[in-house]
């Protein structure tokens, strides 16, 4: 009993700690957001990923003409279920997500932040190249009108908001 009790605890820090990568607690965008993507559904794997069976998988399915369901990391215990929305700015591809539910815990509770962004890299029609907001970065400090502002500006340098990323490959259909 202790051990699933201590079990459960440290479940639940993981769960925190996850939702610690969001940094706001609204949205960045509310205009301006693309139409989904369809060449974007389906099921991506790491790229660095050597055995299959331990890989991070995510799987983008579209849910209306506006928004995707994202669950990552696929296939794990404490993966995630995001609202995700296309945003474009300064002709790059960002996708904004909102934390819907984890695996493991359920909704999360109102006092986390549930707002994200990810900076998505087309790399051809199976590659697409992920970079999440840098925990060290300034983006991570601002409210979202300032983080809007600041990634609006022609001026500012994306290098220093985002972290270097990780690239993942469309599985073939079968």
């Not at 669950?71 to 997500?97: G, I, N, T, W």
Request: include cysteine; proline fraction near 5%; glycine fraction near 8%.
């Amino acid at each position: 009993m202790k051990l699933r009790s201590a079990f459960c605890k440290f479940a639940m820090l993981g769960v925190v700690l996850l939702l610690n990568a969001c940094h706001f607690e609204s949205a960045v965008f509310t205009d301006n957001l693309a139409k989904t993507d369809g060449s974007l559904a389906g099921i991506w794997i790491a790229q660095d990923a050597g055995d299959p069976r331990t890989a991070q998988y995510a799987v983008f399915a579209p849910i209306d003409g506006d928004r995707y369901l994202l669950h990552h990391p696929a296939r794990s215990s404490d993966s995630f279920y995001y609202e995700a929305r296309s945003v474009k700015c300064r002709d790059r591809m960002l996708m904004q997500l909102r934390v819907l539910a984890t695996f493991n815990g359920g909704p999360p509770r109102p006092e986390f932040k549930r707002f994200t962004l990810l900076w998505l890299e087309r790399k051809g029609d199976d590659r697409l190249f992920v970079r999440p907001i840098d925990g060290d970065g300034g983006l991570a400090g601002m409210t979202p009108a300032d983080a809007r502002k600041a990634l609006e500006d022609p001026d500012t340098d994306w290098e220093s908001f985002f972290d270097k990323g990780q690239e993942y490959r469309r599985l073939k259909r079968r």
